[in-house]
């Protein structure tokens, strides 16, 4: 019995002192955030290849994101009404946040509803790709090329295209 009595008395006297072990410990942690604005893109003017004069040739228009037009192959351009226009979209977002601008990669086919054209080469100012937004607002100018076909029936084509605009 002495021998139970003296083991429980070192095995509380060892509880007691390996106490220290099993202490608990604290760590701090700070919490942040950072708001910004959203960023949206808004189209204010589409881009328009103004009228041309079809050929027996084929031919491509181009609109650079300048806003000036020239013909190559067998198209002739007109000053007739309405002119060239590029597209132009109002970009707003956070300043000095990267963003990525992407144009279409692919053609676009613009119908009169019989008939096609396709758009390609889509350029831009900015560049398109990555793009530091230098104050709340930028002006993004698209252009493209217009490929015409040989002998085009006559007509007002149209389609659509996207442009997207994302936080990196």
């Known amino acids: 019995m002495k021998k139970i009595v003296k083991f429980l008395a070192i095995a509380v006297v060892m509880l007691g002192f390996s106490s220290g072990i099993f202490a608990q410990t604290t760590a701090s942690a700070s919490a942040s955030a950072v708001i910004i604005a959203p960023l949206s893109i808004v189209q204010t003017a589409d881009l328009h290849f103004g009228v041309i004069w079809r050929g027996t040739t084929s031919g491509v228009v181009t609109v ?8 190559t192959g067998g198209v002739t351009l007109s000053g007739l009404a309405p002119t060239n226009t590029v597209a132009s979209f109002t970009i707003s977002g956070e300043p000095t946040r990267v963003i990525t601008i992407t144009l279409p990669a692919t053609d676009v086919t613009i119908t009169d509803g019989t008939n096609n054209m396709t758009v390609n080469n889509f350029q831009s100012t900015p560049a398109a790709g990555a793009y530091t937004l230098a104050g709340a ?10 490929n015409v076909g040989a002998n085009q029936a006559s007509g007002t084509y149209t389609g659509t295209f996207n442009v997207s605009v994302n936080y990196n």
Do not use: E, Q, Y
């Open 64 to 71: 650079t994101p300048a806003n000036v037009r020239s013909a």
């Open 137 to 146: 607002t930028t002006t993004l100018n698209v252009g493209a090329d217009l």
